[in-house]
Every structure is written in structure tokens, then in C-alpha cells.
């Protein structure tokens, strides 16, 4: 007897899916956010200006366009090819990234530590190689870079 799959656990299967279609045809690609509407990040540069609803990839032509340029089916099969993929993001615009770097160094912003987590007291940085915090909104990576930098750490915008 089978139990019906949770909304959770229908999500989860569906963004690894979206991960592998991406991978598996040669892309480097991170999946940020809210798991119900993920953000594709690829190269760690920009966010494609795409969105799965089920088990469908829309491309569209610019960021948060509702013109579809390309569609894809997720399914365990890839059907799609490279060259298909490639077409798709080439025929959208894409937003940049924007990232924390520790000035001298090849170490990002990654997230933060708490001396006291329970009352979010004492927050501190933390810096790491990989898999960078990325910030949409251009002013708000400035001023996160000019906060830190009022707490003593060489940082840069990227």
C-alpha cells in the first residue's frame, strides 16, 4: 500500500529534478531561496529569469516577465539538449548577483554565527569559499558591505 506523497516531499523531488536538468547538461547552477519558487543561480553571476509551477521550467524574456520564451518538462529522462538549454538562456535577460568578498582573499560571505543564538545576540560574520550568500538588490549588498566594513572587516562588493 502506497501513501500519498506530501506537498514537502512533491517539492523536494521536483527542485532535484530542476537541479539535475541544469547539471547534467553541463551547467553550473545553485538553487537559492524559498524551495516553492526557487531562484536558479548560474556560475554564481546572475538569476536566470526563469520558475518551475509543477514539474514545468519556464524561461521568460526578462525578470519577473510573464512572457515564456522556452519550456522545458521535468522529467526523470532529460529531453532536452544543451544546445536547447542554451537557446533558452540566451532569449531572456538575467539579473546579476551581487556577493560579499573578503578583500585579499577568495572567501565570501556565507551567512552568520550568534555568540548568543537564542536571542540573536552578538552576530558575527562568517566567510567560506563556497557557496556564497548572493543578494538581489544592489543597495542593500552596498550598505550590507558598508555595515560590515564599520565592524572592522575588509570587505568588498562582487
Do not use: W
Not at 94 to 99: L, M
Amino acid at each position: 500500500m502506497s501513501r500519498e506523497e506530501t506537498l514537502e516531499e512533491m517539492v523536494e523531488r521536483r527542485n532535484k529534478r530542476l537541479l539535475r536538468f541544469f547539471t547534467e547538461l553541463g551547467y553550473d547552477v545553485r538553487i537559492v531561496g524559498n524551495a516553492q519558487k526557487p531562484a536558479v543561480i548560474l556560475n554564481e553571476m546572475v538569476v536566470l529569469s526563469c520558475y518551475v509551477k509543477n514539474f514545468d521550467l519556464h524561461f521568460t524574456k526578462e525578470p519577473f516577465s510573464d512572457e515564456i520564451v522556452k519550456s522545458f518538462k521535468l522529467k526523470n529522462e532529460i529531453e532536452a539538449t544543451k544546445h536547447e538549454l542554451q537557446e533558452a538562456i540566451e532569449l531572456g535577460t538575467h539579473r546579476p548577483v551581487y556577493k560579499v568578498k573578503l578583500k585579499e582573499s577568495d572567501m565570501f560571505l556565507v551567512g552568520y554565527n550568534y555568540l548568543n543564538s537564542e536571542e540573536a545576540m552578538g552576530r558575527y560574520p562568517v566567510f567560506a569559499r563556497h557557496k556564497p550568500k548572493v543578494y538581489f538588490d544592489r543597495e542593500y549588498a552596498e550598505k550590507l558591505v558598508e555595515s560590515l566594513k564599520d565592524e572592522g572587516y575588509d570587505v568588498t562588493m562582487v
